[in-house]
């Protein structure tokens, strides 16, 4: 890219929209570690579009679907879910030399931080009802009917484990750069003890989490962040996700800072018209620290890879790795008793 | 273990070293070097801490490998747990850990194809043992 992202917009959507564009408070934002992300207003005539760029980055967290990501914002853009509304994807990066998609851009809202304390209060549990209300209503769509459906993978049923583990485990094999006994053991484990086949198909966000939104600070959520592991699979899988430890906000008691775990089911379940089978949400639930640790060694073998430039990976692949082998810890201690 | 101080500090160095992008903006700016100075400060603390936490985690292997004599025909565990550490530096104390890791990961998949439930307690208490050393004190509960 010979001058600046701004200039490099400003021709694409120029060339894309067929009239002049001009670009207006380009700045880059944190958060979607997977995809450099930056704000901007489009001008396009009198009209100001506030807008959304990702992109991807020389190196990430993890590799992600770029397709799967921008068809599943299409997929529950205005359809219940706040999910903000994707504009164009290009594949070859055009003007901007990289992958990217532009979305719009939903202003107002604030996210939290996974490790500030109690970031939601005093609205947590009306905000509990709209996080796993809305995660229920994701689990709950008809894939078939979806646009997410024509480029992702719909596995079997009774497959949608092994695909997943199959998966992280392999980025563990390829990336571990230090012994990890604590997830091998959590792998072997989930191998010996498969889950029954999934109760349907759903859309899996991939990444549902405390911090992965925007909310207006009186307990409603204004958009849906972050869907770039979005794939087709088991709903108990984003629930698994979304209760893990490392989402708590140093609490015991509430699920993501928001309400108790058996609140945040039911309200799921409620959504869904779901059910959450205990042995089989076991599984789902120490799978999100394998999956998980199996992020935080990517990025750790990244953060070398790319010649330490990035801290983010460095913090994932340190700190948070170190606090996912406690929770993996007591998972298996569960599991042993 | 991964990321260790000197990785850390040479990544700060990099970050530090390296002109803030035209098109990233100040807010941006301003949490990343954020972030490197937080990594800077708990790289600070793990330096203090990181032989010792090596050296603990390396004992208490070396200690269940004494136990295992069931599962060590080849007397590999039974010749780690006599190893101590004489070198201190943390790279080296590194290597000694990530040769007991090795040994550990294939010592549980015996005692797992053992249906040894006994033991898998004992290791699984060792993993806990493991991940307190290493802990620093954030995430959640």
């Known amino acids: 890219m010979s001058g600046s992202l701004s200039e490099a917009l400003a021709a694409y959507l120029g060339r894309t929209w067929g009239q002049p564009v001009a670009i207006e408070g380009l700045a880059r934002i944190s958060g979607g570690a997977s995809r450099e992300t930056y704000r901007f207003d489009a001008i396009v005539g009198a009209e100001r579009r506030p807008l959304i760029v990702r992109r991807d980055p020389p190196g990430s967290l993890i590799e992600t679907d ?88 719909a596995p079997a049923l009774g497959q949608c484990w092994k695909r997943e583990l199959d998966y992280w485990a392999g980025v563990i094999d390829t990336d571990e750069l230090h012994p990890q006994p604590i997830v091998r053991a959590a792998i072997r484990w989930l191998y010996r003890h498969p889950p029954p086949p999934a109760q349907k198909l759903s859309v899996v966000h991939g990444d549902y989490r405390s911090g992965n939104f925007l909310h207006d600070g009186e307990g409603r959520i204004l958009a849906v962040l972050d869907w770039e592991m979005a794939h087709l699979g088991d709903p108990l899988e984003d629930l698994g996700w979304a209760l893990d430890p490392l989402w708590r906000h140093n609490e015991t008691e509430r699920v993501a800072g928001m309400v108790p775990k058996a609140e945040a089911i039911r309200i799921w379940e409620a959504a869904s018209g779901l059910k959450v089978d205990p042995a089989a949400f076991a599984w789902w639930e120490l799978f999100a620290s394998v999956k998980g640790q199996a992020i935080w060694i990517s990025s750790a073998k990244e953060y070398r890879d790319s010649g330490f430039k990035e801290p983010i990976l460095c913090f994932s692949g340190w700190i948070t790795a170190r606090r996912q082998d406690e929770i993996l810890a007591a998972h298996l201690t569960r599991l042993a008793a | 273990m991964t990321p260790n101080v000197r990785d850390v500090l040479q990544g700060v160095a990099v970050a530090l070293a390296t002109p803030p992008s035209a098109d990233a903006g100040m807010a941006y700016t301003a949490a990343r070097l954020g972030m490197v100075g937080s990594l800077a400060m708990m790289a600070a603390a793990e330096a203090d801490r990181a032989a010792r936490d090596a050296a603990l985690e390396n004992a208490e292997i070396r200690a269940l490998f004494a136990e295992a004599g069931a599962y060590d025909a080849d007397g590999a565990l039974a010749a780690a747990a006599k190893e101590t550490d004489p070198d201190l530096s943390v790279p080296a104390l590194d290597a000694s850990n990530a040769r007991l890791r090795r040994l550990l990961i294939g010592l549980h998949e015996k005692v797992e194809t053992a249906d040894d439930a006994a033991m898998n307690r004992r290791i699984v208490a060792l993993y806990v043992t493991m ?11």
Request: charged share 25%; hydrophobic share 45%.
């Open chain 1, 66 to 153: 770029r397709r799967c990501e921008f068809m599943a914002l299409k997929s529950f853009n205005g359809r219940g879910v706040a999910a903000p509304e994707p504009l164009v994807l290009e594949l070859e990066g055009a003007e901007l030399e990289r992958p990217f998609f532009i979305m719009a851009r939903v202003d107002g809202g604030a996210t939290a931080s996974p490790f500030s304390p109690d970031p939601y209060a005093p609205h947590a549990a009306r905000l509990g009802e709209d996080f796993f209300g809305t995660l229920g209503r994701i689990a709950a769509a008809d894939t078939a009917s979806l646009p997410i459906a024509e480029v992702c993978e």
């Open chain 2, 131 to 141: 991940a307190q050393i290493r802990r620093m004190g954030l995430g959640g509960g």
